[in-house]
C-alpha cells in the first residue's frame, strides 16, 4: 500500500479518530520503526514498523461495508445514552468493533443507512463539501400544489439560512395525502420533516431509499446485507 499520514493509518485500525491521532503524535505516543514519529510525517506499515503505545499497526485493515434498511423506532447510534432505552441500529449488525454510522435517520425515520470501520470512506461520505445525493420517498399530509413544491425545489428558510435546491416529484396522489420523491443534498437535522410542516403538508413518513448510487433495493426493515467489491470501488470513486 502506498505511504499515508500516521493519523490517517491510526484512524483506519480503528485506534482513534483523526484528531485524537494528531494528539497521540504530539504525545509522542507513535513510532516508526523504533523512533518517535512526528505530525505530519507518512508510512507504510507493510514495510515498516508503525506502532502506537507499542502495539504495532497492521498493514491491511479488514475492512466492513454494511448496507442496512433501519426500521422506524430504532435511534442511529452505536452507544447507548444512559436514558436511552430504545433498540441501536448497531445492536441490528452482529459484527465486532466499532462501526461508523453514514446516513443519520431520525429515530421515526426510516431506510438506508451505511455502516462501515472504514474511518476515510466515512469521513468522505459525511462530509458536507461532497454533496453526496440522497433520495427520499415521503408520504405528507394532503395535495402539495405546483406552488408549494415548487417552494421547495427553489429552498426554503430554516433558522438563519436558505434549505439548498433540491429535486422534488409527486409520485402518488391520494384524496389525504401525498407521497413524493425528494433528492437533496443537504443534511441539516430532520430537514425533510421541518421544511414539510413549514409549508403546510406535515410528514406522516419517511424513508430514505438511496445514498449515491446504493439503493434500498428489496431489503426489508431490519434486514441487511454487505457491499459488492464493485460498490465500495465506486463510492471510493476507483
Known amino acids: 500500500m502506498p505511504e499515508e499520514r500516521l493519523q490517517k493509518l491510526i484512524s483506519q485500525a480503528q485506534i482513534a479518530s483523526r484528531r485524537a491521532a494528531e494528539e497521540m503524535i504530539r504525545a ?3 513510532t516508526v ?13 507493510a514495510i515498516q514498523d508503525v506502532r502506537v503505545d507499542g502495539r504495532r499497526l497492521a498493514a491491511t ?10 426500521p422506524r423506532g430504532v435511534v442511529s447510534a452505536n452507544k447507548r445514552e444512559a436514558h436511552e432505552k430504545r433498540p441501536l441500529v448497531r445492536s441490528l ?6 462501526l461508523f454510522t453514514v446516513g443519520r435517520l431520525d429515530t421515526d425515520s426510516e431506510g438506508l443507512i451505511l455502516l462501515t470501520n472504514d474511518g476515510t470512506l ?4 459525511m462530509h458536507p463539501k461532497y454533496g453526496h445525493a440522497k433520495t427520499y420517498e415521503v408520504l405528507v399530509e394532503g395535495q402539495p ?3 408549494t413544491l415548487d417552494k421547495w425545489r427553489q429552498g426554503v428558510p430554516l433558522g438563519d439560512k436558505v434549505s439548498a435546491p433540491a429535486r422534488i416529484r409527486v409520485l402518488e396522489e391520494k384524496p389525504n395525502e401525498t407521497w413524493i420523491q425528494v433528492i437533496m443534498r443537504e443534511g441539516r437535522k430532520r430537514q425533510i ?15 430514505r431509499t438511496q445514498i449515491e448510487m446504493l439503493t ?4 426489508q426493515p431490519g434486514e441487511w446485507r454487505e457491499l459488492s467489491p464493485r460498490e465500495v470501488r465506486k463510492l471510493k470513486g476507483e
Do not use: T
Not at 65 to 70: A, R, T
Not at 216 to 219: D, S, V
Open 122 to 125: 466515512a469521513d468522505r461520505l
Open 145 to 147: 400544489d405546483r406552488v
Open 193 to 207: 420533516r421541518r421544511i414539510a410542516s413549514q409549508l403546510g403538508h406535515p410528514v406522516k413518513r419517511l424513508i
Open 33 to 45: 520503526d523504533g523512533r518517535i514519529a512526528q505530525l505530519g510525517e507518512k508510512a507504510d506499515p
Open 93 to 98: 449488525i452482529p459484527h465486532e468493533g466499532h
Open 216 to 219: 434500498i433495493g428489496r431489503l
Open 61 to 70: 485493515p479488514d475492512y466492513v461495508y454494511i448496507l442496512l434498511y433501519k
Open 28 to 30: 509522542g505516543r507513535v
